[in-house]
């Protein structure tokens, strides 16, 4: 399958306010702390590496990598260079 930069924004954006503890706090618009902004905690934050990998049929994200992304923007970053990798994601 392939995706736009923007379909992968749209989608990754749309999973983290799902499974957000605190969905009150998260602004689309703006690079939130996953912990310190939205209340993720470990568990959560293994919910949202499945659900990416999941939804965009990634690898499984290892544990060095996963304590690396602690942002929203790293998130699409890691996806967006997976798919990049994959060559999946295509110019809009």
Known sequence: MYYTAEEVRETVLGIIEQLAPEPTRFDPAKNLQLVDDLGFHSLALLELAF???????LPPIDEET???????????????????????????
Not at 51 to 57: L, P, R, S
């Open 51 to 57: 659900a990416v990998e999941d939804d965009f049929d």
């Open 66 to 92: 996963g304590r690396s992304i602690q942002t929203t923007e790293q998130v699409l970053e890691y996806v967006i260079g997976q798919l990049t990798a994959q060559e999946q994601l295509v110019s809009s």
